[in-house]
């Protein structure tokens, strides 16, 4: 199994003076497998985002019970790093822009990095150039984009053209895809989502989180969950997703309930 | 009275005043603030009492004079330099007026946050007759600093003496470079008066001992940067170098100046430049003394009708660097740039002073300030715009900006506006904080080590200083010692 999550529960751990830790996961149950894409879809505040910043170890979250494994090696006691060089690659809904980092040194300092901490070589300059051009080239990011800052003056469409791109690049294990659709007119989904697409493969897995079910027209999951008050309330296939889109979230929490 | 004075920028830490210290004055406006990480409140010291004191210019004097000081005016008695024996007379009346101004104290208005107490707090008598030159003039200390890369002729002073050993000078017409110690007369061309309210560069005149004098003809567009390094080494006594630099109507240069050596002493180099009409000076500082030494900069300038001053520096090194920049524009239509990038640990202390005086219309400054703090260090700047009566279409513009790595840091930060004229377009800014979880987060989720994410970081938020600098390699080093930094990796 690629992902397994047991019965997992996690707080966001609170600021200086203020209250409580609240709980967000409240005992979830996961299990993907290579070559499976997986949705996520939920209402707001069901936890969604909190678990794909769990899985990827954002500070600010304490898990307080529950195990999470990847590639049957516990997840949870890593660095956010050590999570990244095994594989594990969180799509940002929100792409940090970063002011003074040209977006190509900072792929060739990810990716160099992850080779270092899985004991592999360096990539080489002009090897490293070949293949981001290569990448970027299908695409369609202009070379020019590269020279820029990190996600600096970028539109929303573009900020997840270059989430794929890094994709592309770093080819992680597990693509955690955390509301990738948000912020998309529909031609810069369809690019985004042929993208995902043209990763899919049978060692690859994919969490693909959203609100809603148009993005699921274009990235076509194995299995379908419904979350909802930090728990799967319910599992199934493509066909949960249409159900959904027809009867609404309302239905389902209220089933659980 | 905000509207007299378009572009003030505020600052969610700091505070911001307006005071009406003149009758004259449009506008004052100083961001007073002082930070600690983890302290967001801001400590506005200079209350009701600064202001008081500012008005009935009261200089109270400590009874006692710092050792420092008593070996400075002891020392005078006994100084001489025979090959500047033309500057005697100089030298004397400098010394004359630094008897009577001695060094500032804590409540001199723009030393306050200097510590000069706790720095001064020895004797550093002038070095006359250096030892040890050669040895000083260490290859490896010669050959791996920050401007190495420059492709430029080399002027070496070790301990205040020219080294004409390690110097190299590559001829190019139309450009003077030669070593004061090397003029048998005052050339009437340079201008060596000291500032008569910097103890500092009354000091350094009264004690210099040699300095680069640099002159080029108008219209010539020189090729060939200098690049002067000023070395020295030893315990317990001070070294004084005066530079003087003349861009003739139409010409320009690049000057480097390295600050390189080690050892607790005081290191004073004062750098004079004169920027003629239609002419351009780049200049490039760095400072990779070792956290053991004192350093006193200036850069006096007077910048005239279309020209162009632009200045950078790199401040990594000593225990405690004072920098005093003023800029005075002598004619309309210049620019000045002046950007910096302190990188400080431990208990490095970096001070900085900055006036520019928009003396005329229709000038052009823009001075930004990056300090990244780590450990116990401590970053102070104070950065006045000044403009004067009449200065018609002055746009000026500045930025001091910290960044604090660990609790114990400090960032002390005034900004100050002066606007004595209404058709201006002046802004200043001050902003204090620590590294961005959200981007730090963001490059660690890509792979990148935490220290390596922090680096990126401290490297990104300087990398605009080195900007302006048009020799690639040499901006490639500085940037690539900025992220090298924070993994304490030296300068090679």
Known sequence: MLLEVKDLRAVVRPEEDEGEAKEIIKGLSLSLDRGEVHAIMGPNGSGKSTLSHVLAGKPGYEVTSGEALFDGEDLLGLEPEERAAKGLFLAMQYPVEIPGVPYMQFLKVALNSQRKLRGEDELSTPDFMRLVREKAQALGISMDMLKRPVNVGFSGGEKKRMEVLQMAVLEPKLCVLDEIDSGLDIDALKVVA?????????????LVITHYQRLLNYI??????????????????PELAHELEREGYAAFVEDAA | MPGLVPGIQGNEHGSLRFVESEQRTLAFVALDCRHKAGNDGVKGKAGKNEQNRRAKKVMTRPIRKLPAEEAWRE????????????????????????????????????????????HLNAPYPPLTRPEAVDEAAQPALM?????AAADASVLVFVNGVFSEAHSQLMEEEGVEILPLSAAPVAPDWADLAPADDDAFDLLNLAYATDGALIRVRAGVEASIPLLVLNISTGEGHSVHLRHFVRVEAGASFTLYEAQLGSGDHVANVSTRAIVEEGAALTRVQVNQKDESTIHFGRLGADVHAHARLHDTALLTGGRYHRQNTYVDFAGEHAEIVTNSAYLLRNRQHADTRLRVNHAKAHCTSRETFKCVMDDHARGTFQGLIHVAPGADGTDGRMGAHGLLLDEAAEFDSKPELMIYHDDVACAHGSTVGALDEQ????????????????AMLVAAFVAEVFDDIADERVREALTAYAERWLAGEGAA
Do not use: C
């Not at chain 1, 993208?195 to 060692?203: H, M, Q, S, T, Y």
């Not at chain 2, 050959?143 to 401007?147: F, T, Y």
């Open chain 1, 194 to 206: 042929d993208g995902v697409n043209a990763l899919r493969g049978p060692e690859r897995g994919f």
């Open chain 1, 220 to 237: 076509e999951p194995d299995h379908v969950h419904i979350m909802a008050n930090g728990r799967i309330i319910r599992s199934g296939g």
């Open chain 2, 75 to 118: 020392a005078f008695a006994g100084f001489s330099v025979p090959a500047l024996a033309w500057m005697q007379p100089r030298k004397a009346e400098a010394f004359a007026r630094f008897e009577k101004l001695g060094l500032p104290t804590p409540r001199t208005e723009n030393w306050r946050w200097s510590e000069i107490h706790r």
């Open chain 2, 143 to 147: 050959e791996n600093h920050l401007l």
């Open chain 2, 439 to 454: 981007q730090l987060f963001y490059l660690r989720a890509r792979g990148v080590p935490e220290r390596r994410a922090q």
